[in-house]
């Protein structure tokens, strides 16, 4: 479900980004949604014409549960930062661990450009919205993966333009990329 939170993919986009599943696993638990009401599939019109997965409105009803849950497991001990992570799951974490008192001081659009896959975040209001997609004149641009990007937002290693340091590349402001990066923190860990 969390990969289908900013809208369909296909299988084989599934797949990719939850490694150690099985094509039959995977399979048997979409159709459980599907029949469960919760994840609908149907085919892109042409020139697309690729079969995909998206939630039904009742399945993304769930988006926000899937955020808090994002944030009690991060609290976990055994929470570890270095594994795999998707970049919905990504994009996820922003929404999950951004600091609403100081984002409510910021208005900024955010372009990231993950391997294969582009999202844009928009912080108003103390919020952040996350969609898929790409933008002609973000404020910020990050580029890199996953890893890149939590050295950068939660490693809080040092901004360098050109991604330095195994950190996320960035374009536009120095200051306001810096703004940007300080409004996300993973919470304490449990004892």
Known sequence: MRELVFGPRRF????ANLPGISANVLTQRLDSLEDAGIVCRFRLPSPANVQVYDLTAWGREAAPLMRDLGRWAARSPRHDPSLFMSAASAMMSLQALIDRERAAEMAVTVAFHFPGEDFIATVTG???RVNRGVLEAPDLAFTGDTMAMR???YGKVPLARDGA?????FAGEADLAQSFVDLFALPAKTA
Do not use: F, H, P
């Open 12 to 15: 084989g986009e599934l797949r």
């Open 126 to 128: 103390g919020e952040i």
């Open 151 to 153: 050295r950068t937002v």
């Open 165 to 169: 340091g195994g950190t996320l590349a």
